[in-house]
C-alpha cells in the first residue's frame, strides 16, 4: 500500500508558474511510475506526464515544453514544474503510483494502482 501527499497547487495568472510536490509514504521498498493526472469540471480525468524510476517521461500533447515531471527516488517524491501556464490548465491536479519493474514506463493512457487527493491548480485570463 502506497500514501500519496500532493501540496503546491493554488491560483495564477496565465503565463505563470506553480511546482506540484506529491510525497510517496508506505510501502516504497518497490520499483513505481508515477504520475500527475488531472480532471477539470464537467470533464473526464486525463493524465498530464508519467516517470519511472530512470526517469524515462511521457507527456500528453498539450502540456510538453510547458510541464517537466521528475521523480526523487532517494526522497520518494514526484515533482510536476508548470510554466507558461494557460485557464485551459485549470483542473484538481492528481498524484498516481504503480508498481512498475525493470525500464517499464507506464504512459499516460495507463491505469494506476494507488492515488492522492488532488491539489487545485487555478489560472486565470
Known amino acids: 500500500q502506497v500514501h500519496l501527499v500532493e501540496s503546491g497547487g493554488g491560483s495564477v495568472q496565465a503565463g505563470g508558474s506553480l511546482r506540484l510536490s506529491c510525497a510517496a509514504s508506505g510501502d516504497t521498498s518497490s520499483t513505481y511510475c508515477m504520475g500527475w493526472f488531472r480532471q477539470a469540471p464537467g470533464k473526464e480525468r486525463e493524465g498530464v506526464a508519467t516517470?519511472?524510476?530512470?526517469?524515462?517521461?511521457d507527456y500528453a500533447d498539450s502540456v510538453k515544453g510547458r510541464f517537466t515531471i521528475s521523480q526523487d527516488n532517494v526522497k520518494n517524491t514526484v515533482s510536476l514544474q508548470m510554466n507558461s501556464l494557460k485557464p485551459e490548465d485549470t483542473a484538481m491536479y492528481y498524484c498516481?503510483?504503480?508498481?512498475?519493474?525493470?525500464?517499464?514506463?507506464?504512459?499516460?493512457?495507463?491505469?494506476?494502482?494507488?492515488w492522492g487527493q488532488g491539489t487545485q491548480v487555478t489560472v486565470s485570463s
Open positions: 498516481a503510483a504503480s508498481p512498475c519493474a525493470g525500464y517499464l514506463l507506464l504512459g499516460i493512457r495507463a491505469d494506476f494502482n494507488y
Open positions: 516517470v519511472n524510476h530512470i526517469g524515462d517521461t
